[in-house]
């Protein structure tokens, strides 16, 4: 069988800014990935056969960017019962208010797991994606705990450091 993926898309490469952060993220748990500039208005039938094809390779979590009137996450959770992130992306008139209600506004019957906006989303969206793959992993469960746990330790010394510059 092979090895268990993330496939991320996103609706634009303008989106790819924002969203190397969840790449790296994912990178940094060795947690292989899939990129594609796939949109559900541009590109709909490269759309829907990526997921499908994707899905059957062994796809194991779905990430979905877009902006505006965001309608790939929807678009990707209604041709797969695998997880679904979606990530509202930042920008237009907007400012990715539109993109968040687009995502996160789904029906009831298709689920979409929708992140922040930006990129506290995207890196979120690559956690999340970890946490459903760490569900039936151990050492990459060990190792999320592990950065859990090492992000604290670093505020902490932040805390520390400010405490004693600023306090009398
Ligand atoms: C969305 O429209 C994309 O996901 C992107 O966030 C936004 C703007 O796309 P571009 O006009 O920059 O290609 O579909």
Redesign the pocket.
């Known amino acids: 069988m092979s090895k268990p993926f993330v496939a991320i898309l ?6 790819l800014d924002t969203m190397q952060v969840c790449i790296d993220t994912l990178d940094k748990f060795g947690i292989g990935r899939e990129v594609n500039v796939l ?1 559900a ?2 590109t709909p039938a490269a759309a829907h056969a990526y997921v499908q094809d994707a899905d059957q390779r062994g796809c194991a979590v779905f990430i979905a ?4 009137a ?1 309608h ?1 996450a929807g678009t990707v959770a209604a041709l797969t019962v695998k997880p679904v992130i979606g990530v509202p ?1 930042e ?2 008139a907007l400012k990715g208010k539109d ?1 968040l209600l687009s995502t996160v506004m789904m029906p009831g019957g298709i689920p979409v797991a929708c992140v922040a906006i930006g990129k506290a989303g995207a890196k979120n969206a690559a956690l999340l994606a970890a946490q459903i793959l760490a569900l039936s992993d151990t050492t990459l469960a060990q190792r999320l705990t592990d950065d859990r746990q090492s992000n604290a330790a670093s505020v902490l010394a932040k805390n520390e450091a400010i405490h004693k510059q600023y306090s009398k």
């Not at 996103?10 to 989106?15: A, E, I, L, W």
């Not at 960017?65 to 505006?68: P, R, V």
């Open positions: 996103m609706g634009s490469d303008s989106d949109s208005h541009r960017a877009a902006g505006m965001a790939l992306m920008g237009g993109a």
